[in-house]
């Protein structure tokens, strides 16, 4: 047989995509959840016993207390490396309940397949064969577990004999067997598998919940018919080519013979390849061409493989042109077909293939840089061969490793241990390691009986769909089904019978059901798995813009095994057709029992806008951010965050796209009140608003701090902070505090501190405060708070500045210093003064005072005017009061300098003016 196909994905980037899977499977997967009662968890003080160890034939190994899943667990190792085949852990045991399947954790090596044996009361031996779960994939060194459903033994022997488990069960065993069955030192043929939490298990119902959490798709295969290839072996037949298109097909696998194109050394004629590709390109398909088989212009005979030298440069020469011809045509290409089979006469050689891949592989290269290519499809999965020419640089710059699974005779009985064997194989000798591509598997209806009835060509439906979307979920880059057309009309003749279409090209009930599965996969992404119990239940999830779409199927070996699944009431059900299928309902759920005879079923839920978010809060987080968390909203994909500064809106959408439930609003207005609804969004649209929350910003730090110094106080100032309601002030005797709240609730913009001590040095700082909370502080002031007191006397030789005659006179007592001066009573015509400019060091608020001698004839408004920062303002005195006193004026604010100054006029007053001397004293 012949056939490949491929993603365009280069080696080495879908393992780092395996790794980042293993958190997400741990968290995913239950403990199981109809797990009614405990056979060991391998906790006792004398674990691993009541367990033996048994060897088969030419195996070693030893039974242990080792690590588990979770505290302790049982180490089987295991050596094959003699010539056997398989280890176990024993156990008798007799369950005192009915039980329907057997529960266990386990973590495994690439080079061992897990087994569990059952004895039953009749003496009969069932064997189970639990395959690696696909969402596992390649991850190494992970457990993960297994529920193995008694009703789905792989073999059996003694006893009844009749593949029944017959209560109660008597023994168990856990296997580890050899993956190739033969003794074998691939990947060390030595190792060890970990077992813990072993359960009996009642019941193996699974009830799909569609918003269960997701176990991501592999890397790179999220779009299932990007991937999807047919096998033809044609070269101009349109109704086929038809049917390909129309059953949703992306590749073509052909092959591409060296002698059909190459009749004359060094000449090639395309012509009949080139109408091929002329016909896929028409219908937007691609070739996956194979480049196989000998020419007797080199070989000797068309059979023969290159084998020298001269050959092999020949089939290379023949590569490269064949890659140079197609460039540009996306084809990709496939070194020979099945060469560990009967296409490498007289017998399979690896290293002589090695020579032959090598050469092909590094001569497409040439042709076209950008075309993929694969080394040859073995027949089957084949280690030791592949090991062979891989050892032999056989796969050196290879885009991906071929295979052709036709072993794997339920498609996902062994598909992923086989791979995860395959794999870890290649990575020995390739880093990075390069995919494996699936270039050829199909199913025979004549392996079922006569070809041509129904019941074979149904049970041929459901294999072939089940192999795709195996062959989807293990992760494949490229899947290639044997083939489009039945290649004869024997019903007995397994070759015969392979087709999707009758040699009458009519579809065949697998072609229906490929239509069926390529419609589901159609505008949807496979985004991942639902984790299942039972093991034999795989379930994989397609997204569509408007619904989502779950493929179930089962793969048990056993035709008597059957599960239950229950799916909710809203689901559209269909069969591996695509007819409608109408279930039981119990308990508000739909029922239905699925059978491996089955194929896939798809269930599919319509997507609903998401509901609003529920438990919308906000809480403030500085001046300008505001910090919103809700609760998830079921089938949201994201959310958008909308904001207002008036409640009930209209609202500004300022977040969108946002994927986690909480939002960090910032860049907001200090001190303002603001409002905010949530939505969440799906594929579908955007669902209604939350509930309104709503949360004020902090106010800012007070800017514009200013301190002057008082007499034993301090007076400090600032300008008002946006959003404050009041503030809080804080002082020390430290720079950089730390500092004491000495007044809250300050609701001025200056506040004076007294009782302070003078010569001492204070340090303020003042925080805003509204509802939000207190703002950060505001920078520090400094102030030493102190006693100073000014005059300035008339008879002073600086700072005094008289205007007019002013006459001196010592005639009344209470004069300050030797005198004082008037005007000689003149105030009818005025324009005299005497300015008294004292010079300040300490700005601040001054008392100011003022002194004169009083009598009968003195002015009775005599005008004094105090210039201080900022102002001006007069004052009309009674001197014939308050005789030699110091009479206080007013309390002002003084600059340092002489800015400042008192001037005693005598304009329009009423009797003599006395200019005697003034006083400043700090407040």
């Known amino acids: 047989m012949a056939s490949p196909c491929h993603n365009k994905e280069r080696k080495g980037v879908r393992l780092k995509g395996y790794i980042a899977l293993f958190s997400w499977y741990i968290i995913v997967m239950s403990i199981l959840a109809h797990a009614d009662m405990l056979i060991d968890n391998f906790e006792s003080s004398n674990a691993p016993v009541p367990w033996t160890f048994f060897a088969g034939t030419g195996a070693s190994g030893s039974l242990t207390l080792g690590s588990g899943y979770s505290g302790h667990g049982a180490h089987l190792a295991y050596n094959f490396t003699g010539g056997g085949t398989y280890v176990s852990a024993h156990l008798n045991w007799t369950n005192t309940s009915s039980l329907s399947a057997i529960g266990f954790w386990v973590r495994t090596a690439p080079n061992t397949v897990v087994n569990l044996l059952v004895v039953d009361s009749s003496?009969?031996?069932?064997?189970?064969?639990?395959?690696?779960?696909?969402?596992?994939?390649?991850?190494?060194?992970?457990?993960?577990?297994?529920?193995?459903?008694?009703?789905?033994?792989?073999?059996?022997?003694?006893?009844?004999?009749?593949?029944?488990?017959?209560?109660?069960?008597?023994?168990?065993?856990?296997?580890?067997?050899?993956?190739?069955?033969?003794?074998?030192?691939?990947?060390?043929?030595?190792?060890?598998?970990?077992?813990?939490?072993?359960?009996?298990?009642?019941?193996?119902?699974?009830?799909?919940?569609?918003?269960?959490?997701?176990?991501?798709?592999?890397?790179?295969?999220?779009?299932?018919?990007?991937?999807?290839?047919?096998?033809?072996?044609?070269?101009?037949?349109?109704?086929?080519?038809?049917?390909?298109?129309?059953?949703?097909?992306?590749?073509?696998?052909?092959?591409?013979?060296?002698?059909?194109?190459?009749?004359?050394?060094?000449?090639?004629?395309?012509?009949?390849?080139?109408?091929?590709?002329?016909?896929?390109?028409?219908?937007?398909?691609?070739?996956?061409?194979?480049?196989?088989?000998g020419n007797q212009l080199y070989t000797g005979n068309n059979n023969n493989p290159p084998t020298n030298s001269t050959q092999i440069t020949a089939f290379g020469n023949f590569a490269?042109?064949?890659?140079?011809?197609?460039?540009?045509?996306?084809?990709?290409?496939?070194?020979?077909?099945?060469?560990?089979?009967?296409?490498?006469?007289?017998?399979?050689?690896?290293?002589?293939?090695?020579?032959?891949?090598?050469?092909?592989?590094?001569?497409?290269?040439?042709?076209?840089?950008?075309?993929?290519?694969?080394?040859?499809?073995?027949?089957?999965?084949?280690?030791?061969?592949?090991?062979?020419?891989?050892?032999?640089?056989?796969?050196?710059?290879?885009?991906?490793?071929?295979?052709?699974?036709?072993?794997?005779?339920?498609?996902?009985?062994?598909?992923?241990?086989?791979?995860?064997?395959?794999?870890?194989?290649i990575a020995q000798y390739l880093n990075p390691a390069p995919p494996v591509w699936d270039t050829?598997?199909?199913?025979?209806?004549?392996?079922?009986?006569?070809?041509?009835?129904?019941?074979?060509?149904?049970?041929?439906?459901?294999?072939?769909?089940?192999?795709?979307?195996?062959?989807?979920?293990?992760?494949?880059?490229?899947?290639?089904?044997?083939?489009?057309?039945?290649?004869?009309?024997?019903?007995?003749?397994?070759?015969?019978?392979?087709?999707?279409?009758?040699?009458?090209?009519?579809?065949?009930?697998?072609?229906?059901?490929?239509?069926?599965?390529?419609?589901?996969?159609?505008?949807?992404?496979?985004?991942?798995?639902?984790?299942?119990?039972?093991?034999?239940?795989?379930?994989?999830?397609?997204?569509?813009?408007?619904?989502?779409?779950?493929?179930?199927?089962?793969?048990?070996?056993?035709?008597?095994?059957?599960?239950?699944?229950?799916?909710p009431t809203n689901a559209t059900v269909k069969d591996m057709f695509g007819n409608p299928l109408t279930l039981s309902t119990s308990s508000n759920r739909l029922s239905m029992t699925l059978k491996e005879t089955n194929g896939p079923v798809y269930f599919s839920f319509q997507l609903l806008t998401p509901a609003a978010p529920a438990n919308l809060s906000a809480a403030t987080a500085s001046s300008s951010q505001i910090n919103l968390s809700w609760s998830a909203s079921t089938g949201a994909n994201s959310y958008n965050v909308k904001r207002s500064t008036i409640s009930g809106g209209p609202y500004t959408t300022v977040g969108t796209g946002v994927a986690a439930t909480n939002y960090m609003d910032t860049g907001l207005g200090s001190g303002t009140t603001y409002y905010y609804v949530v939505t969440a969004v799906n594929t579908v649209g955007e669902g209604v608003s939350s509930g309104q929350a709503t949360s004020i910003t902090e106010a800012v730090a007070p800017t514009g701090m200013a301190a002057l110094a008082g007499n034993s106080r301090a007076i400090i100032s600032w300008s008002a902070s946006a959003g404050a309601v009041n503030y809080n002030i804080k002082r020390a005797t430290v720079s950089g505090g730390p500092y004491s709240t000495i007044a809250t609730g300050i609701s001025t913009l200056a506040y004076t501190n007294s009782?302070?001590?003078?010569?001492?040095?204070?340090?303020?700082?003042?925080?805003?405060?509204?509802?939000?909370?207190?703002?950060?502080?505001?920078?520090?002031?400094?102030?030493?708070?102190?006693?100073?007191?000014?005059?300035?006397?008339?008879?002073?030789?600086?700072?005094?500045?008289?205007?007019?005659?002013?006459?001196?006179?010592?005639?009344?007592?209470?004069?300050?210093?030797?005198?004082?001066?008037?005007?000689?009573?003149?105030?009818?015509?005025?324009?005299?003064?005497?300015?008294?400019?004292?010079?300040?060091?300490?700005?601040?608020?001054?008392?100011?005072?003022?002194?004169?001698?009083?009598?009968?004839?003195?002015?009775?408004?005599?005008?004094?005017?105090?210039?201080?920062?900022?102002?001006a303002q007069t004052f009309h005195i009674n001197q014939q009061a308050n005789s030699g006193t110091w009479v206080l004026i007013g309390t002002f604010l003084f600059n340092s300098g002489s800015a400042g100054n008192i001037t005693v006029r005598n304009d329009s007053a009423s009797g003599y003016v006395i200019a005697d001397a003034v006083e400043l004293i700090l407040y």
């Open 123 to 293: 003496g009969q031996t069932l064997t189970y064969v639990p395959s690696r779960p696909m969402e596992v994939g390649m991850i190494t060194n992970i457990w993960y577990q297994h529920v193995v459903p008694l009703d789905s033994a792989y073999s059996w022997s003694g006893g009844m004999n009749d593949g029944v488990v017959h209560l109660p069960v008597t023994q168990l065993a856990i296997r580890a067997t050899n993956p190739t069955g033969a003794a074998t030192t691939l990947l060390g043929g030595t190792g060890a598998i970990d077992i813990d939490e072993v359960w009996a298990v009642t019941s193996t119902e699974f009830d799909l919940d569609p918003s269960a959490a997701l176990i991501a798709a592999p890397p790179g295969n999220s779009n299932l018919l990007a991937q999807l290839g047919v096998s033809i072996h044609f070269i101009t037949d349109n109704t086929a080519l038809n049917a390909v298109q129309a059953a949703g097909f992306n590749w073509v696998r052909k092959d591409l013979v060296w002698a059909n194109v190459e009749t004359n050394q060094g000449v090639y004629n395309w012509s009949n390849y080139d109408m091929l590709m002329t016909s896929l390109r028409s219908r937007s398909l691609k070739a996956l061409f194979i480049l196989d088989y």
């Open 320 to 425: 490269q042109a064949a890659a140079s011809h197609y460039a540009g045509t996306g084809s990709r290409y496939e070194i020979w077909n099945e060469p560990n089979g009967g296409y490498w006469p007289p017998a399979p050689n690896a290293s002589q293939y090695a020579a032959l891949a090598m050469e092909g592989i590094r001569r497409v290269h040439a042709g076209d840089s950008n075309a993929l290519v694969t080394t040859a499809g073995t027949s089957h999965f084949a280690p030791v061969f592949d090991q062979g020419y891989l050892a032999a640089g056989g796969g050196t710059n290879a885009d991906g490793i071929g295979v052709h699974p036709y072993e794997i005779i339920w498609p996902s009985l062994n598909l992923t241990d086989s791979l995860f064997f395959l794999s870890s194989v």
């Open 440 to 567: 050829e598997w199909g199913f025979s209806s004549a392996s079922y009986g006569r070809g041509t009835n129904s019941f074979a060509r149904n049970r041929q439906a459901a294999q072939v769909a089940d192999e795709l979307l195996a062959a989807c979920g293990a992760g494949f880059p490229m899947y290639v089904y044997y083939d489009i057309q039945d290649d004869g009309t024997d019903p007995t003749n397994i070759l015969d019978n392979y087709g999707l279409l009758t040699t009458g090209y009519s579809d065949k009930p697998a072609m229906t059901a490929v239509k069926a599965l390529t419609a589901v996969a159609r505008n949807r992404t496979f985004s991942g798995f639902i984790h299942t119990a039972p093991t034999t239940l795989t379930v994989m999830r397609f997204d569509g813009t408007n619904d989502q779409v779950f493929a179930l199927w089962s793969f048990a070996p056993n035709t008597n095994s059957q599960v239950t699944v229950t799916v």
């Open 755 to 871: 009782a302070l001590a003078n010569g001492t040095t204070y340090y303020y700082v003042l925080s805003a405060v509204n509802s939000a909370g207190e703002s950060a502080n505001s920078t520090e002031v400094a102030v030493m708070p102190q006693s100073v007191s000014l005059i300035k006397d008339n008879a002073d030789a600086s700072g005094i500045s008289i205007i007019g005659t002013w006459t001196s006179s010592a005639s009344i007592s209470g004069y300050y210093g030797t005198n004082y001066i008037n005007d000689g009573n003149t105030g009818s015509t005025g324009g005299k003064s005497v300015k008294f400019t004292p010079m300040v060091s300490v700005p601040g608020y001054y008392n100011v005072y003022a002194r004169w001698t009083a009598d009968g004839n003195r002015a009775t408004n005599a005008p004094i005017d105090v210039n201080y920062a900022g102002g």
